[in-house]
């Protein structure tokens, strides 16, 4: 039989898991599990994965990644192969430690993003392993309630920014919101051996069936191939920029803080939405913005094109210049069931006011 495709693209997010060989354990002291989080930080090196929570039990773990690059499969496939040649030269054993491939579930949009930070932290309570949620020492949950070590390949900025401005108040209502009850819908999906291959709206759903459905692609093509477009393309534009708006290369690399521009940020859109390119090549590219800031520029640009205003015409006119179409059928859409589904998820008061308003009304 046939293995299901694994459904990857660059800015992707997943729940990972897996678990033991006829559920035996894969940790068995401490030294098993800070090996098992040194190699995660490895993978966050050597992959680029952005790792934004997990759970280690003494039989299974829980991850929340994402990919800015689209190379999950590689990326967990190091873990755990090098992970199962530690454990069975340090215990003298041989054979596979984990019971076959991991279960990964793509997710979409930032509501089920947060819903499965709270399942990854409340799954050692569940588990009966603690008394208190948080306490149990090998989950990210510790980190961020600031009451234990923090790696630093935790993404934890992403998750807090939801909870408030302030580092100590978005702990503190972290926590609150882990501790709240998650939604029944949410746990029925979750519940049993089969999990689903995708966690969202139906929109969400037809998406990837229609984009990556049926869809193998040779995988030793594709670095190369993105390469070749991203370099071609991003020349294209520059022409573009310089010939509709009169911008030499020059000025995109100019950092004016304080200052709005609106024909930027439709670069910065279209190089990581048309172009594939990752943060860190787009800050390059772009005078060495941080990350941060890119993501930040991003999802503004997002926001006004959904609404028409700000670099919503800038990205018009990128797309008609590189004969591209804005819709849905080019990345994840957003619909009103996603806007439903933010409403039952972001209701809990241990949310930031002001973003659990602006969430709650799309």
């Known amino acids: 039989m046939a293995r299901p495709l694994r459904i990857e693209y660059p800015g992707a997010w997943y729940h990972v898991m897996n678990r033991g060989w006829e559920r035996d354990e894969i940790f068995r002291d401490k030294n098993d599990y800070l090996a098992f989080l040194e190699l995660l930080g490895k993978c966050f090196a050597l992959f680029e994965l952005e790792v934004h929570a997990y759970s280690l039990m003494p039989n299974h773990y829980h991850l929340l990644i994402h990919t800015p690059r689209g190379n999950l499969s ?40 947060l819903e499965t930070v709270r399942y990854i932290h409340r799954n050692p309570w569940k588990a009966g392993m603690e008394k208190a949620i948080g306490t149990h020492d090998w989950t990210s949950h510790r980190a961020y309630r600031g009451k234990g070590e923090s790696p630093d390949w935790l993404r934890k900025n992403f998750v807090l920014k939801f909870f408030g401005q302030h580092e100590k108040e978005a702990r503190a209502r972290l926590d609150a919101f ?137 990205v018009q006119e990128l797309e008609k210049a590189l004969n591209l179409q804005l819709s849905a059928r080019g990345r994840p859409p957003k619909d009103e069931s996603v806007l439903r589904l933010r409403s039952a998820f972001f209701r809990a008061e241990s949310l930031d006011p002001f973003v659990r308003s602006s969430l709650l009304n799309g």
Request: with cysteine; proline share 4%; aromatic share 12%.
């Open 74 to 113: 590689r990326a967990i496939r190091h873990l755990n192969g090098v992970y199962t040649q530690k454990f069975n030269r340090w215990y003298k054993t041989d054979g596979p430690v984990f019971r076959g491939r991991y279960k990964a579930i793509l997710i979409h949009d930032d509501s089920y993003v």
């Open 178 to 314: 882990v501790r709240e009850e998650p939604p029944q819908e949410f746990l029925e999906r979750l519940s049993g051996d089969n999990w689903p291959a995708v966690l969202g709206p139906d929109s969400f759903k037809e998406w990837v069936k229609e984009k990556f459905l049926g869809k193998r692609l040779d995988a030793k093509g594709v670095p190369e191939l993105r390469r070749t477009l991203k370099e071609t393309k991003i020349i294209r534009l520059k022409t573009i920029a310089e010939q509709k708006w009169g911008r030499k290369e020059e000025d995109f690399r100019k950092v004016r803080r304080g200052r709005d521009d609106p024909r930027k940020r439709a670069m910065i859109y279209a190089s990581r939405q048309y172009l594939k390119a990752t943060n860190k090549e787009i800050g390059e590219e772009f005078g060495g913005i941080s990350h941060a800031a890119i993501s930040m520029q991003y999802r503004r640009a997002e926001e006004e094109i959904t609404r028409k205003t700000g670099c919503w015409r800038f």
